[in-house]
């Protein structure tokens, strides 16, 4: 009776959400999440400081004297910024006093840069890397503009007009956004998520089948209800405790992100900086810009569907080797098969994280065993609908037909005591019926 599945799932799912570490699991996550936004939308806030460069050139390799000030002899080789300006200078002042006049870093050179290519970059704040290659930048153009000059009989013009310097923005022809790289990894994060998901859910429904066969208690519940029963009833709800999971994640980080957003807005978190709209701000950013760009709606809705799919897949086979065996090393043999299909596609999509539309991937996100962790990779980047819904059907036939093959083997293995079976002994079984 379906009272009984419930029953089951309820006594699975309470007995889990009770305990400490799934309750501290619950609130780390989202804080872990929330806090890695967090940083990375100060880390974008702070790139967009003001800053004032002094540039130390010793020999006078760039820079020469005008109406008392040192100007560089090639303005157009320091490309204007919003946010950096910079400052000439041939001697290099004491520490305390380029501080004290509000220079945020010192580049500082001499004629060996020519030979050698090396300067020093002097600060008291890390710069961070963007800012470092913009100096590194103007300051090698500038120097190129030298050598042009001093080793060539053409003008700096002329030279310039031979030379491209060009910048390729991607988009993808179906979307229309860029950044496939940066949703590519957010997709192989989900794909991780989830495959530990699968993983330790999986095991723990085969702990909780051994546990009952090994103390006996399953024969006096199988006295009450069917094997099928205990099968789906354990199979809820341990499913149940990791909606429970998602659920209290999602809620709480939408929770901590808005938070932040009424803070961020606020300036709470950006004392002596303009005020900034947190979405502007990240939307105006190469890297954030591409987070932006995710239907996250889509993605969530993806990563249920294929942990429904894939949990049952997978559950239904790690509870049949917790039937088959007395006790967890021997069901090893059976567990570790059986993840191998995951692990590869995890492996696969690690390597190919920035090539989404690779063949090896789009084949792994048709297969089944594979589905769950490949295609969330590609679902970040945007793939069809129709490829999509064909994937999902796919996964969940299968797992259609892998729980039934389970519950043969589930059945019979419950009171199945003494010699472990083998893969032969596995295939009887399933050909019994039900």
């Given amino acids: 009776?379906?009272?009984?599945?419930?029953?089951?799932?309820?006594?699975?799912?309470?007995?889990?959400?009770?305990?400490?570490?799934?309750?501290?699991?619950?609130?780390?996550?989202?804080?872990?999440?929330?806090g890695t936004v967090v940083g990375l939308a100060l880390v974008v806030r702070e790139s967009q400081v003001?800053?004032?460069?002094?540039?130390?050139?010793?020999?006078?390799?760039?820079?020469?004297?005008?109406?008392?000030?040192?100007?560089?002899?090639?303005?157009?080789?320091?490309?204007?910024?919003?946010?950096?300006?910079?400052?000439?200078?041939?001697?290099?002042?004491?520490?305390?006093?380029?501080?004290?006049?509000?220079?945020t870093a010192v580049a500082e050179f001499d004629n060996a840069v020519v030979q050698n290519q090396h300067g020093q970059l002097w600060y008291d704040k890390a710069p961070g890397v963007q800012l470092t290659s913009w100096i590194a930048r103007d300051l090698g153009l500038a120097l190129e503009h030298m050598r042009v000059l001093e080793t060539t009989d053409l003008n700096w013009p002329a030279y310039r007009g031979l030379r491209f310097d060009i910048s390729l923005s991607t988009r993808d022809i179906k979307t229309g956004s860029g950044g496939v790289e940066v949703r590519a990894a957010v997709?192989?994060?989900?794909?991780?998520?989830?495959?530990?998901?699968?993983?330790?859910?999986?095991?723990?429904?085969?702990?909780?089948?051994?546990?009952?066969?090994?103390?006996?208690?399953?024969?006096?519940?199988?006295?009450?209800?069917?094997?099928?029963?205990?099968?789906?009833?354990?199979?809820?709800?341990?499913?149940?405790?990791?909606?429970?999971?998602?659920?209290?994640?999602?809620?709480l980080s939408f929770l901590g992100m808005g938070?932040?957003?009424?803070?961020?807005?606020?300036?709470?978190?950006?004392?002596?900086?303009?005020?900034?709209?947190?979405?502007?701000?990240?939307?105006?950013?190469?890297l954030t810009r591409a987070l932006l760009e995710i239907n996250w709606p889509v993605m969530v809705g993806a990563t249920i569907a294929y942990f429904i799919g894939g949990y049952v897949l997978f559950g239904g086979l790690f509870a049949a080797a917790g039937a088959a065996v007395d006790n967890e090393k021997d069901a090893a043999q059976?567990?570790?098969?059986?993840?191998?299909?995951?692990?590869?596609?995890?492996?696969a999509g690690s390597a190919t994280i920035g090539n989404p539309d690779l063949p090896l991937l789009v084949w792994l996100s048709w297969i089944p065993?594979?589905?769950?962790?490949?295609?969330?990779?590609?679902?970040?980047?945007?793939?069809?609908?129709?490829?999509?819904a064909g994937s999902l059907a796919l996964l969940w036939l299968t797992a259609w037909a892998m729980i039934r093959m389970a519950g043969r083997i589930y059945r019979v293995g419950l009171l199945n005591r003494g010699k472990n079976p083998g893969y032969m002994d596995l295939i009887k079984w399933v050909r019994r019926g039900d």
């Fill in 334 to 347: 059976f567990t570790l098969p059986l993840m191998m299909p995951l692990l590869f596609a995890y492996m």
């Fill in 369 to 388: 065993f594979t589905s769950p962790v490949s295609m969330l990779i590609r679902v970040a980047s945007g793939v069809p609908w129709y490829e999509l």
């Fill in 259 to 286: 938070a932040f957003k009424l803070l961020f807005n606020a300036g709470t978190f950006t004392q002596g900086l303009p005020a900034a709209d947190l979405t502007t701000m990240l939307a105006e950013n190469e």
């Fill in 1 to 34: 009776m379906r009272s009984h599945i419930w029953a089951i799932a309820h006594r699975e799912w309470i007995t889990r959400v009770r305990k400490k570490s799934f309750i501290l699991g619950v609130i780390l996550l989202p804080l872990l999440g929330v």
């Fill in 187 to 251: 997709g192989f994060a989900f794909s991780i998520f989830l495959f530990m998901f699968i993983a330790v859910h999986g095991t723990t429904l085969m702990r909780s089948v051994l546990e009952e066969k090994t103390s006996r208690v399953v024969e006096v519940i199988l006295a009450a209800v069917r094997p099928s029963q205990l099968l789906w009833g354990k199979l809820i709800g341990v499913a149940a405790v990791a909606f429970t999971q998602f659920l209290a994640w999602s809620v």
């Fill in 50 to 103: 003001d800053h004032e460069v002094l540039v130390v050139d010793h020999d006078g390799l760039i820079i020469m004297e005008h109406q008392g000030h040192w100007v560089p002899r090639c303005p157009a080789c320091f490309k204007e910024r919003e946010g950096l300006t910079y400052r000439f200078s041939r001697e290099m002042p004491a520490d305390s006093v380029w501080l004290a006049q509000g220079f």
